[in-house]
């Protein structure tokens, strides 16, 4: 069973900067495409960035150019560097395989808010 911790949100001005991580357990990370994802309160869950196990990366629109995802594979882990935020990036962000395959992790909380 993989399990997904995610760490690194918080409150911050908008205009600031965020850097999430995510460890994962399990042998075989380096050859699963990962996203993040965000929910905002009220909404659905939506992917917002994904980098495959060779580090190809998307992007929704709302995050392009303010948002960068990476990975170590070495560490299991995924980032997630988000700068410029605005209030609408506000909500708790999740990883997971693209495919949200594996159990959700309990998110980390992010707040844009002057």
């Known amino acids: 069973q993989v399990q997904l911790v995610e760490s690194g949100g918080g409150l911050v001005q908008p205009g600031g900067s965020l850097r999430l991580s995510c460890a994962a357990s399990g042998s075989f990370f380096r050859f699963i495409a990962m996203g993040w994802y965000r929910q905002a309160p009220g909404n659905q869950r939506e992917l917002v960035a994904t980098i495959t196990g060779g580090g190809d990366t998307k992007y929704v629109d709302s995050v392009k150019g303010r948002f960068t995802i990476s990975r170590d594979n070495a560490k299991n882990t995924v980032y997630l560097q988000m700068n410029s935020l605005k209030p609408e990036d506000t909500g708790v962000y999740y990883c997971?395989?693209?495919?949200?395959?594996?159990?959700w992790g309990q998110g980390t909380q992010v707040t844009v808010s002057s």
């Open positions: 997971n395989t693209v495919s949200s395959g594996w159990t």
